[in-house]
């Protein structure tokens, strides 16, 4: 395991960091000390090279070494005592502040995509995390021409589990680090960027521990079923789902074949999305409309195999330990829309939480269940039927709800993606590395207490605390 130490570089990264700079930089020291500091730069250099390679080399840290590794081709003749003419000053200077923009690039990088470090939950449970495959028998894959295919999805359940120090944790993307890296490329490709881009994310372990035992004891555990962002997967709010856990709630998180990004099947196969946007405004909203529905049934089904999962028809760890008349219905952006719609279509669930999720349901109608609304810093002028279509929606709940409106956030800010993506206030907020994702879990345990396990206090001033309330 790599440990990092400043702005998430290792020992010998930044060791290969410095030795390069000092390359770059030896040409114009004074005549004395010019010398012993290429020695130095190119001994440092070579030895962080050797560490790294046996360690494995991040992509960010290629620049760096590119750059150190230029810059010792020019200082070799000095290095060897070769006689050689030095260049003059005005056409060494672009060569060495080209090299310098390489090296500082790579150590940019490491700064903008770094590995996660998932922050430890806050509950006093430890958490395990299993995976599980759930096929629909009544329900046709309708993103295939298959007749014989039916809906299948993928289930990540977080729960609170016995602690174990010396446990392994588990992987963030994937049961194996394969799978990790499958699905980070995927997530990669579905946003147009360059296959390698998330690796660290791939490589990137949580706090759960794989199957982990049970929490000690015979209490039920209150579920909270989430459904991920347009192309988004299970793990993309891993962070929210783990403080739950620990806090004495299991939470099924969904793949959604087609639609998540990838989805890797029990069978081997990886199935990628279909969805894809057309630019035309009607035709998009029809397709978001029926991906929402399909999201929908899908949340219904998992709650259905849950409550087989708790009766013993379904082998698995938490047989006897799902309280399901407790169950809520949460996601974020589209899946925020399909907990919406399931809820009023499933008298089952006994609260919803959306999180920045633009509603999509055709035809909305009263519901019981209380709502928590969760979303961005909407500015003047920007999504102007949002705020007036969400609150609408809410208002059709006949019990009290809430949309709570969180300053310096942004779309992104209420999953994990803070953790490792550029911290750039357009895409992920403002608020740093790790308030978004712990500002997302204060909040909705406050509700989810009150609305699961009807805990007495004043929820209003607890959520007001995070953000600008407003209580429908």
């Known amino acids: 395991m790599t440990v990092t130490i400043f702005f998430g570089l290792s020992l010998a990264e930044l060791l290969a960091l410095a030795a390069a700079v000092v390359l770059v930089l030896a040409r114009w020291l004074p005549p004395g000390a010019r010398r012993p500091s290429m020695w130095a730069g190119a001994a440092a250099l070579a030895v962080s090279a050797i560490v790294l390679a046996v360690l494995g080399i991040r992509w960010q840290l290629i620049p760096v070494l590119v750059g150190g590794a230029i810059a010792l081709t020019f200082a070799a003749p000095s290095l060897l005592r070769r006689p050689a003419r030095r260049a003059r000053w005005w ?62 999805v993928v289930v990540q359940l977080w729960y609170p589990a016995q ?51 049970v929490a000690a004891g015979g209490g039920r555990f209150p579920v909270v079923l989430f459904s991920p962002g347009l192309g988004g997967v299970r793990a993309q709010s891993t962070t929210w789902a783990e403080e739950l856990a620990s806090r004495g709630y299991v939470v099924a998180a969904l793949d959604h074949p087609y639609d998540s990004a990838v989805v890797t099947l029990t069978d081997g196969r990886s199935i990628r999305t279909r969805v894809a946007s057309t630019g035309d405004q009607t035709e998009d909203d029809r397709r978001a409309a029926g991906w929402t529905a399909v999201r929908a049934a899908d949340l219904s089904f998992v709650l259905t195999q849950l409550g087989r999962l708790d009766r013993g028809e379904i082998p698995g760890l938490l047989t006897g330990r799902l309280d399901i008349p407790r169950a809520a219905a949460t996601g974020h952006s589209l899946g925020g829309a399909a907990a919406l719609q399931a809820a009023r279509q499933d008298p089952r669930f006994a609260a919803v939480i959306d999180m920045d999720g633009f509603p999509r349901d055709p ?17 003047p002028g920007e999504e102007p039927d949002y705020i007036p279509r969400l609150t609408r929606v809410l208002q059709f709940s006949t019990a009290t709800s809430y949309r709570l409106t969180v300053p310096g956030s942004a779309h992104l800010t209420f999953t994990d993606a803070p953790l490792f993506l550029p911290p750039l206030p357009m895409l992920v907020g403002s608020l740093g590395r790790t308030a978004g994702p712990r ?28 953000g600008q309330l407003t209580v429908l």
């Open 363 to 379: 035809a909305p109608q009263p519901f019981n269940p209380p709502v928590l609304a969760l979303t961005h810093d909407v500015k």
């Open 91 to 152: 056409l060494a200077l672009p060569g060495s502040a080209a090299c310098l923009a390489l090296i500082l690039a790579g150590a940019a990088a490491v700064w903008a995509l770094p590995r996660p470090v998932f922050p430890q939950p806050s509950g006093a449970y430890a958490v395990g995390a299993t995976v599980m495959q759930w096929t629909d028998p009544d329900r046709a894959e309708t993103a295939t021409s298959r007749t014989d295919d039916k809906r299948t």
């Open 163 to 213: 602690r174990d120090p010396a446990a392994r944790r588990a992987w963030y993307l994937g049961r194996t680090a394969q799978e990790a890296r499958l699905v980070a490329r995927g997530e990669a490709d579905y946003l147009g960027l360059p296959s390698f881009i998330l690796d660290e994310a791939a490589r990137a372990h949580t706090r759960s521990v794989p199957d982990a035992p």
């Open 439 to 466: 500002l997302t879990a204060g909040a909705t345990v406050a509700f989810l207490d009150a609305a699961l396990r009807g805990t007495s206090g004043d929820l209003a001033g607890a959520l007001s605390r995070y």
